[in-house]
C-alpha cells in the first residue's frame, strides 16, 4: 500500500505520483461474480510502469467467487500453514502501531492501540469477522503532524510474531468506499528495521490496497530499490460493483522465481524475478521472510482527502488471513 512510517520509510513517501501511473494501467471486467454465483471471467491487458509492456490476460477461476457464503476453495497443491479466523483479536499474531505523523504520505488519521479495531459475528457470511474502523471525531487527545487529529483508525502488523517466506497470503475482505478512504493488505521485509535496510530495500508486496476515488478498483504492486513510490510495479484489478458491496479473496502466490496476484482466484497481474532484475539493475529483494499488515488510512497525496461526499465510519471486515504452501 506503500504508507508510510513516521520513521524515514514504508509505503512509498512519494505514492501520489502512482496516480498518473494508475491512469495508464488498462484493465477491463467482461463479468463479475453477483449474488448469484456466476463466476468472474477476466480479459484486458495490464500496463507494467517499469517494463511499459501490455501482459495479455484471460483467465476463467475454477471455483466459486461470489463473496457470500462461498469462498474460493484452495487447490490441493497447497496447505495451510497458518491462518487467524479472527474469533478474536490474538496479540499472539498481532501488534497495534500507532501514531498520527502522516506515515510519510501526509495521511490525517492517528493509528490507536487497539480502540478501532473489534470482532464482530456477520450474519451475512455466516462467520466472525475482524473490523477495522475509520471514525470521524475530534480526538484533541491525540495530535496529528496537521495538529488535532480529526480522524483515528487501526493498523495490525505481524511483525516479529507472524512472518513468511514464499506460499500463498490470502484474506477475505470486505472494504470500505468513500472518497479518502485507502485501504490496504499488505507485506514488508522483516529487516525492514535493520540500519543500512530500510524502505525500500527491506521491499514491499501490496497484496490489496484500494483508493476511494476508484469506487470498484483495488491494485497490487511491488516496491524495491530502482522501483518505489513513483515507479512501482503495479497491476489493477475491476469489479462489476463497487469494493464495499461483497467480500472477496486478495491474494498472493510468490515463490523463488516471482509473484502472481489474485482476486477471487482470478490472477490480474503477476512479476518474475528475472523481469524485476533486468528492470531494476538486480534489485529483486524478496528472497527473505515478510510480515504482514492490515490497515485503513484516510486522506494522504494519492488517494487525496475525504470532502463533502464522504462518508463516516467507514469499515473493513476481514473474515480471515491464511498462509498457504506447497505441498
Known amino acids: 500500500m506503500v504508507l508510510c512510517y513516521n520513521a524515514p520509510f514504508t509505503m512509498g513517501n512519494i505514492i501520489f505520483l502512482e496516480y498518473f501511473f494508475v491512469g495508464a494501467l488498462s484493465l477491463f471486467l467482461m463479468s463479475c461474480a453477483g449474488s448469484d454465483g456466476s463466476q468472474d471471467v477476466f480479459t484486458g491487458t495490464v500496463q507494467d510502469t517499469m517494463l511499459g509492456n501490455s501482459v495479455p490476460l484471460s483467465t476463467t477461476p ?91 483508525s487501526s493498523r495490525m502488523i505481524s511483525e516479529g510474531k507472524r512472518e513468511f517466506q514464499y506460499g500463498r497470503i490470502e484474506a477475505r475482505l470486505k472494504l470500505p468506499q468513500t472518497q479518502g478512504i485507502w485501504p490496504a493488505f499488505w507485506m514488508l521485509g522483516n529487516d525492514f528495521r535493520n540500519v543500512g535496510v530500510g524502505w525500500p530495500r527491506c521491499g514491499e508486496i501490496d497484496i490489496m490496497e484500494h483508493v476511494g476515488w476508484e469506487p470498484r478498483k483495488t491494485h497490487g504492486a511491488l516496491h524495491g530499490p530502482g522501483y518505489s513510490g513513483a515507479t512501482p510495479f503495479i497491476g489493477t484489478h475491476e469489479l462489476a460493483h463497487r469494493v464495499d458491496q461483497q467480500y472477496h479473496i486478495y491474494a498472493i502466490e510468490w515463490d523463488a522465481n516471482g509473484i502472481q496476484w489474485f482476486v477471487d482466484d482470478v490472477q490480474f497481474y503477476a512479476r518474475t524475478r528475472e523481469q524485476v532484475d533486468n528492470a531494476s539493475n538486480n534489485g529483486w529483494v524478496f528472497e527473505h521472510p515478510f510480515f504482514i499488515l492490515l490497515n485503513v488510512a484516510v486522506g494522504g497525496n494519492w488517494p487525496r482527502y475525504p470532502d463533502s461526499t464522504s462518508q463516516f465510519p467507514q469499515r473493513m471486515y476481514v473474515d480471515y488471513v491464511r498462509v498457504y504452501s506447497k505441498r
Do not use: M
Request: with cysteine.
Open 62 to 152: 475454477t471455483n466459486n467467487p461470489s463473496g457470500g457464503n462461498n469462498p474460493v476453495l484452495i487447490s490441493s497443491s497447497w496447505t495451510l500453514t497458518w491462518g487467524d479466523e479472527f474469533d478474536t483479536i490474538s496479540y499472539a499474531n498481532w501488534t497495534f502501531e500507532t501514531g498520527g505523523g502522516g506515515w510519510g504520505n501526509n495521511e490525517d488519521q492517528y493509528y490507536t492501540n487497539g480502540d478501532n479495531s473489534f470482532t464482530t459475528y456477520d450474519v451475512t457470511i455466516d462467520s466472525n469477522v475482524l473490523v477495522i474502523e475509520a471514525r470521524e471525531e475530534g480526538a484533541d487527545s491525540y495530535k496529528c503532524h496537521y495538529g488535532d487529529c480529526r480522524y483515528t
